[in-house]
């Protein structure tokens, strides 16, 4: 029930029409802009896989003495 009443605020949100707008044009450079990953990104990525590292060790270990 719930779900049903956001999807149609959201429907009915996603109707109307804008009351501003902008305006996309050409660079006045020939350089294009690449943005890099941020710094906190890159470390969260590190923690996350250093952690499935960790848990593949040690299910790796609970499994291993199981078998013995």
């Known amino acids: 029930m719930t779900s049903a009443c956001g999807r149609a605020c959201v429907s009915r949100r996603a109707l109307r ?8 044009y050409a ?18 990525l590190a923690v996350g896989a250093v952690g499935v590292l960790l848990v593949g060790v040690a299910v790796g270990i609970v499994v291993g003495r199981r078998l013995r």
Do not use: I
């Open 17 to 24: 029409r804008a009351s501003f707008g902008w305006f996309a």
């Open 27 to 44: 660079p006045l450079s020939e350089t294009t802009f690449v943005p890099s990953p941020h710094p906190l990104l890159l470390t969260a």
